[in-house]
């Protein structure tokens, strides 16, 4: 008999720039396996048809009892041509990559951790809303300076994976009822933004982004979306848990 405890999903990827509203431009299919001991593993495999180039992204994270980020795999095919594989280990004092990709070759790093810090940034969606467990929501509705390491600054991290120390902010904003086409969830608002640069690329910083998470242990993305040039809007069609 399984101890282990399976929750599977499908958000829905839509555009809200003009003359596309409502239409889909990718989509990505999780599932976090929350063992006994209080460690979990997302897998996310995540597909961005619209802007071009297409993005494919698989993701294997691991975070332990305390929510302390452990390992992370991703595999990046843009364009539908292979970009870069990468495998990060999150140490007690250091983050090490091992990396390849056509760009980049064979790429072995090592950073030290200075200070503290809140999470490993992987890039899909349904991690964008785990990641908010770390702020306390027990001082009401603030913002705070959010720092996360990286395997890549670009806004789609469509980029070769490498270590990047990153700082941005997010704030939580209230508690709201959602209704999806998942269903209807008690949330937690949340909104990330980057007066810091922190995620700079040719566009600029990281437009401002809303994010809904379910209001319990397990933090779902329920819905969400991101201003500025990007314009785009997410939602959970699909949970099962």
Partial sequence: MQQHRTITGKILYTSRKPGREGQERGREMFTWTVHTDGKRTLRA???????????????????????????????????????????????????????????????????????EFDGFGTHPIVADAYIT?????SRGPHFRKFRNYLPSADHRGATPPQIVDSTIELGYVGEETVTVAAGTFDCYHFQFTDEEGGMVNANGAHPPYDVWVTADEDAIFVQGGVGGYMQTWYELVELAR
Avoid: W
Avoid at 86 to 102: A, K, R, W
């Fill in 133 to 137: 467990k770390k702020i306390d929501r």
């Fill in 45 to 115: 495999r995540c597909e961005i048809d619209e802007p071009a180039p297409t993005v494919h992204r698989d993701v294997v994270y691991s975070l332990d009892e305390n929510d302390r980020p452990m390992d992370c795999f991703i595999r990046l095919t843009i364009g539908d041509k292979f970009m870069g594989t990468g495998l990060f280990i999150i140490g007690p004092d250091t983050v090490e990559c091992e990396s390849y990709g056509p760009s980049i070759g064979r790429l072995s790093q090592r950073m030290p951790i200075i200070g």
